[in-house]
């Protein structure tokens, strides 16, 4: 079983329609998540993080997250042609200055906003 | 403010020779990290410096090493180079005491081995 598991896609969405990405991880002392963007090409470009149980809003970005089920969502309302991109789901596991920063990814759901 | 920069952008090596990757974080932060990323994948931790030691490891071989410099920058260095170390490398960095912010990437080295 992999670490963080997404749906690798292509992930279709109408211009103008929520976006609903789905992420799974298996170890349960994961702390924190974040949620990447990476176009074609590029770098990850950081978009959301969340470290509490419940619903992070950021824009047309929302990202969930329930411990209890190992499960972190993100949401993007109203998708434009510019948000097509691979999403990264990304969890850490410690809080300390030494374990911190040891992100697990998953290997990325592509989403594609037709127009 | 200049992010993260990596050099060199590309870098095309022969098996077994030896490569060096570099690395200059984002002005005020301490803290980076080396990921590879191979193609249709998500990046794989190799490991993170701080305070010019490896506080953390991933599962990769003793080939791949690394150091930190005083000034923070950071350098990646892969031994014995094998067709399957082709794959982007990515340093990112932070703040330590930064527990809010994620990582800020640079925008990578692309590795081919042939």
């Known amino acids: 079983q992999k670490e963080v598991e997404q749906n690798s896609g292509p992930l279709s969405v109408p211009e103008g329609a929520i976006a609903s990405l789905n992420c799974t991880y298996s170890?349960?002392?994961?702390?924190?998540f974040f949620w990447y963007r990476q176009y074609s090409g590029k770098s990850p470009e950081l978009i959301m993080f969340?470290?509490?149980?419940g619903d992070k809003e950021d824009g047309r970005f929302t990202a969930q997250l329930n411990k209890a089920s190992q499960y972190v969502s993100l949401l993007i309302r109203d998708s434009q042609p510019s948000d097509s991109a691979t999403y990264l789901c990304?969890?850490?596991?410690?809080?300390?200055?030494?374990?911190?920063?040891?992100?697990?990814f998953g290997a990325g759901t592509q989403v594609v906003v037709t127009p | 403010d200049a992010g993260v920069t990596q050099s060199p952008t590309h870098l095309i090596k022969t098996r077994g020779q030896q490569v060096t990757l570099r690395c200059s974080p984002k002005s005020g932060h301490d803290t980076v990290s080396w990921y590879q990323q191979a193609l249709g994948q998500g990046p794989q931790f190799i490991f993170q410096y701080y305070e010019e030691e490896e506080r953390q490891r991933g599962n990769f071989p003793d080939r791949f090493s690394g150091h930190q410099f005083p000034n923070y920058s950071s350098e990646l260095n892969v031994n014995a180079l094998l067709l399957g170390d082709s794959a982007l490398y990515l340093c990112?960095?932070?703040?330590?005491?930064?527990?809010?912010?994620?990582?800020?990437f640079g925008s990578g080295t692309r590795l081919t081995v042939v």
């Open positions: 969340i470290y509490s149980n």
């Open positions: 990112a960095s932070r703040l330590a005491q930064d527990r809010v912010h994620g990582y800020t």
């Open positions: 990304a969890v850490n596991r410690g809080m300390t200055t030494d374990s911190w920063g040891k992100l697990q």
């Open positions: 170890d349960r002392g994961s702390q924190s």
